[in-house]
């Protein structure tokens, strides 16, 4: 079965960049880039991968990020995401990006853009895998930091695919950043946020009524709302869910006990993704690994699953087809 799931044609839409950064690579930039990290040694790092909520995690996700410098850095990050993600079978990526961290350290976003895309560039010659770019914003930060970046970025909006949502959930609901969506929308840029992860259902629906968004990433707290259960069926709103990340940050104890099982049995539009693949156990394939292991899901359930990712992708209609067509051919 490893091997099926590793042929499969995957599409990766919940993958932030940052999180791709292996301790190898950050003690490598570190040492480039003059940075003193906290840990002594790559082993003290991993060591450090206890989290016992989404919040431990982005205390040590925003300390080795500042590691990222340079136009190279951004690029050598992506490219080994890249190169294990193609191992993994992945074919399309959807690349979040948080320029926030970055800008307050003086980091620009040319740099950050142009590391980005000339390593989405060279995977799509080397592996044909094809991506796309998305800036996500901080949900723990003002609003209008969020909109003076958006404004910022106004010579890469024809390639940026969406805008996003992540960050601390908890105290910080969809509705505070309504303008800055609302401007987003003004600009044609698709509109995708966190919501429902450690956040309560109503953020969820905060999500596709204040902010208007096509997706909705993580979200397995919809089950507590019937009536969001029911929309969420009605518009087909895709869910992207992260099933290590959600137990390594204790949102389920257990893969076992994961609401997956039921969110398909609601006939929810769910798709499998790695999150912060280098924090939370591996990338996408022992993501699927780990669900066939824990729900004993069948072929036939993973390709509806890959499906979903690929019918949910910012793609062209075109690459959609013939990766559709090579799943059902799997």
Known sequence: MKEWLRTLPKAELHLHIE????????????????????????????????????????????????VLCTQQDFFELAMAYFER??????????????????????????????????????????????????????????????????????????????????????GNP????????????????????HAGEEGPADYISGALDALDVCRIDHGVRCLEDEALVARLHSEQIPLTVCPLSNVYLKVFERLESHCLPALLDNGLCVTLNSDDPAYFGGGMLANFMACHEAFGWDEDAFRELSRNALEAAFIDDQRRERLLAAIAAH
């Open 19 to 66: 999180g791709t950064l292996e301790p190898e690579l950050m003690f490598e930039l570190a040492a480039r880039n003059g940075i003193r990290l906290a840990w002594q040694s790559v082993e003290a790092l991993r060591a450090a991968y206890d989290f016992d909520s989404l919040q431990s995690f982005l205390d040590l996700y925003y300390r080795g990020m500042s």
């Open 174 to 193: 969809p509705e505070k950043f309504t303008a800055v969506f609302e401007r987003a929308r003004a600009l044609g840029l698709a509109r995708i946020a």
């Open 85 to 170: 993600a193609h191992d993994d079978g992945v074919v399309h990526v959807e690349l979040s990006f948080d320029p926030q961290p970055h800008l307050e350290r003086g980091v620009t976003l040319q740099t950050i853009l142009a590391g980005l895309e000339s390593a989405c560039d060279e995977a799509r010659r080397r592996f044909d895998i094809s991506s796309a770019l998305i800036m996500s914003f901080l949900r723990d930060r003002p609003a209008q930091e969020a909109m003076a970046v958006l404004e910022q970025a106004a010579p890469w909006y024809d390639r940026l695919a969406a805008v996003g949502l992540d960050s601390a959930e908890v």
